[in-house]
């Protein structure tokens, strides 16, 4: 935690808001999309608060299944779905985010690594109901909460693939273009710079990823720096609890350390 800290201390003295910022099209993102506040998104708000509620009233308790990198707040595997969703969930400020940049970019294929509980999934299908979305899971009895969750919410658009990512990921890459891909299933350094070569082949000049949790460990920061500085990645975004990559040629190579 104290290394959480000292990232979160460097970040705050290298970000910048939309003032700071020269590139047109990341001044557009910042200013339209991360700073908006649209009203037209509170009846999306309002159905992802009662999807998280929904959850946060659940006492059923599961075995997880984990294949990342463990919890920092659960000592089992044995957890009570309202636990899950407390501690583990996407928080408020990051869902509504993610509705925004869903909104913004308005992409049709959306690949997920790493469901849960499926709040983040449903921030991206409340985002773009006219997206297809494939969300991989590890865990069956997780999924299967997700599903239910997804079912009770009317979100038709999510098709949950379950098992370990080894398996699920390289079949939904196969011969498919995403618009945007969503890292949040394994916080370990070598699993995430794994997973991001193996969706390259799936990017399209227009394409985003958002990382999950980048300044989570070393590990985590080690993989941050790799995959900005990577030579098919132009622009990277760090918003602390997110990094967020593009790979528009038409853009000349730039980081961004911006507060959101």
């Not at 590139?23 to 700073?35: A, G």
Request: aromatic content about 12%; glycine content about 4%; hydrophobic content about 35%.
């Amino acid at each position: 935690m104290f290394d959480q800290f000292k990232s979160y201390i460097s970040f705050l003295i290298a970000s910048t808001n939309q003032h700071g910022i020269h590139s047109p099209f990341i001044y557009d993102l910042v200013t339209k999309c991360f700073y908006s506040n649209q009203k037209i998104l509170t009846q999306q708000f309002n159905q992802i608060h009662k999807y998280q509620q929904s959850l946060l009233k659940n006492k059923q308790t599961i075995n997880v299944t984990d294949f990342g990198a463990g919890s920092r707040v659960f000592n089992s595997n044995t957890r009570r779905i309202s636990a899950i969703a407390k501690n583990a969930g996407i928080s408020n400020k990051r869902a509504k985010l993610l509705v925004k940049i869903v909104q913004y970019f308005n992409p049709r294929n959306i690949l997920e690594i790493g469901t849960s509980l499926g709040i983040g999934t449903a921030c991206l299908s409340i985002g773009n109901p006219k997206s297809k979305i494939t969300s991989l899971e590890g865990c069956p009895e997780t999924a299967k909460i997700a599903k239910e969750q997804f079912n009770k919410f009317h979100l038709n658009n999510i098709d949950i693939k379950i098992g370990d990512f080894k398996s699920t990921l390289p079949k939904a890459l196969y011969n498919k273009k995403y618009d945007l891909i969503y890292f949040d299933g394994n916080h370990q350094k070598e699993a995430t710079i794994k997973y991001f070569e193996l969706c390259l082949p799936s990017v399209h000049n227009d394409s985003v990823f958002i990382f999950d949790d980048i300044h989570w460990s070393k590990g985590m920061e080690d993989a941050w720096n790799y995959i900005k500085d990577h030579n098919k990645v132009t622009v990277s975004i760090d918003t602390f609890q997110w990094g967020i990559v593009f790979f528009r040629k038409e853009q000349p190579k730039e980081h961004f350390v911006i507060r959101v």
